[in-house]
């Protein structure tokens, strides 16, 4: 059962004239240190688009909470990180893992279902939150619901083998 559906798009320009005058501390501010650390691995011209992604990410994924950010829901609360696969997740920290509980029926687990894209210049995510039931001793792991003992080998992401 979907819980949030959030979209937004963001002009790369807009978030490289951001860097350029505000520089560390818009960084530091709004990206974690692993998506930092990601976006200073690109070179010059994928980086901003990088950061531009996950700027729309984590509005978008304030906006599947039914929050955008107020309501204790803070900017690094919400991290992009990849699965084993490569495939985009987010991980909810802080305010928005609390906003998710609360909105997560009792016996689900909750799915993050994250796409983003870019084309300069703009950048585009779009995330979907999902609530799974749990069968038997399943656990939620980075937006992807698995059975206890480890991620499936065969099983698309998201899906319970």
Not at 132 to 139: E, F, I, M, N, T
Request: glycine share 10%; aromatic share 6%; proline share 8%.
């Amino acid at each position: 059962m979907i819980l949030g559906l959030g979209n937004d798009m963001v002009d790369i320009r807009r978030i490289e004239r951001t860097i350029a005058r505000h520089g560390d501390r818009f960084l530091s501010r709004i990206f974690t240190e692993a998506e930092r650390a990601k976006a200073e691995r690109r070179g010059e011209r994928t980086r901003v688009a990088t950061y531009a992604k996950r700027f729309a990410a984590k509005e978008a994924a304030s906006k599947a909470l039914g929050t955008g950010f107020r309501a204790g829901v803070f900017w690094r609360d919400l991290g992009v990180v990849n699965l084993p696969s490569g495939q985009p997740t987010l991980r909810m920290t802080g305010g928005a893992a609390e906003r998710l509980a609360a909105i997560l029926p009792p016996g689900h687990a909750a799915q993050v279902s994250l796409t983003m894209t870019d084309e300069y210049p703009y950048a585009e995510a779009v995330v979907i939150i999902s609530a799974v039931p749990l069968h038997g001793h399943a656990v939620p792991l980075h937006g992807q619901v698995v059975p206890t003992g480890g991620p499936p080998s065969e099983s698309p992401p998201g899906r319970l083998p």
